[in-house]
């Protein structure tokens, strides 16, 4: 009886060990299973290849189960030693994920790359290293396109995304910690630049190594050009977002954000643009925050601010297309503001916006006496009154100077909104890498064509 009490004990204590060893989290290096494979059944990972010579595609979906930490590593697929067009990699449900720079050496060797990272937990970016043969591969790198949903970021570094035609960058219903000066380099056109349902803690500088972006012709693709949508940006630094854009109408948006401080130049938007900024809330807005200079048209609606340097929106220069409404300004003190259009934050060629101030008593005087607080609260809502009928009577007396633009045809944008939700957006990057490799016709150019498959 003994003995085999014993080996109870022991077979307890090694499923224990088992256990804790899950528990501790050795990580999962991610691999496409050998294609004879018969043992399936840890394969996290489907691995696709398209036989087709002209267009050769790597489709690699790994499914996690939402416990594991996954390694990212040049063993998830040996890209370099295939004649590949497109590959594509999508990591699924899982609690971290590192992407090292082993992967992103090798993924890169393919001319359209598109990575996703979805509910993948605790995110890890390691900097993408420069091609190894960039000077051969030049004329070939067509696409490089990232989504990460679900995540947490503490980090996107420098030239994240880099040396490639063009690209495309999606980040939804996550949380970022630094988004590092430059994480674009050498993009030549950006496709979509997408932020939705997060939160940032800090842009650090400009998105592009360059200093700016160009976006790309709206021709072959349906994604909006910039759209920050439902974004919290704690800091966001001088020059983060200065965007060109020639030819046909691309699309910059700021819509339902919170930006803590927004510094100057922070959104530059010049050439063949149409800008909405409608419906944020920005604490602190630096001398010429918005630099906005285009064809296009311009909505700056319903946003509050909550404090500016006076030249804050000199930036901003109106023209026909120009509407600026139901915007409302926080100011510090009662001192004839509110009736002092021509002390509103605009440029002059925006006339005198119809505008909402609320007087924001520095918070010391509220903590003092009630009848304080009561006479205070007594006279924001005369200055509201009196803001309000300022603001209608502006309106009317100045008709003919600023031209208002209420569109009729306005519809496009919203239609934008629902092609880039959720369900779609994943495969249009990897319908969009495809599509870029199918434009393209290039192959891997370190290999000729020839190459054995
Ligand atoms: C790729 O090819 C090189 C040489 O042709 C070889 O040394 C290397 O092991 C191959 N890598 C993989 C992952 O097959
Ligand atoms: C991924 O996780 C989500 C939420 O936990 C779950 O609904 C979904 O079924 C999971 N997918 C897979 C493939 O495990
Ligand atoms: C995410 O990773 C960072 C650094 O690797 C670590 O400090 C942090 O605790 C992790 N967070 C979670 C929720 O695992
Ligand atoms: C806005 O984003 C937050 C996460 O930052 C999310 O919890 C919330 O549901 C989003 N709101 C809408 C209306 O999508
Ligand atoms: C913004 O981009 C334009 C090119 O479109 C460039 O001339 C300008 O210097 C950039 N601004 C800054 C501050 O880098
Ligand atoms: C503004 O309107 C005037 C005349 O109505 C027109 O000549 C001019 O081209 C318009 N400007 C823009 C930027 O649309
Ligand atoms: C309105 O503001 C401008 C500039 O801030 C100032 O020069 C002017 O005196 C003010 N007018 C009134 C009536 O307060």
Redesign the pocket.
Known sequence: MKPRRNHVLCLLLLMASGFLQDAAGEPIVAKCPPSDAEDTSNEFCKCDQNPSRSNRVITIKCKFNDKEDVLLTDELYPFRNQTLMTAYVRVENASSVHVTESFLREWQQAPSIALDVWRGGNLTLDPTPEHDNIKRFASYKTFVGVGIVKCYVPEIPSMFLRDRARGGFRLKGSRVGVLREGFLHNIEEMRYLVFEDTVVDKVVGSVATEGYVTLSKRELHSWIGLRLSNVSINSLAKNAFNLTHKSDMETAMVVNSMLGTVGTGALTVAGDVSVTITGNTFQHLQKEAFKIAVTGDVKFDENVIKSFDPDALEGLVCHNHTSLERNTVHVGKFD?LA??A??APFHESCGSPQLFMVVTPPASRVTSATAVATWLIGVILLVLVVALVAGVIYTWKTQGLVLRYYTGRGAPMYLNGRKSSQENLPNSAEISANAEAAETGVSNPMYNTTAPS
Do not use: M
Request: net charge neutral.
């Open positions: 004839g009736l002092n021509s002390a």
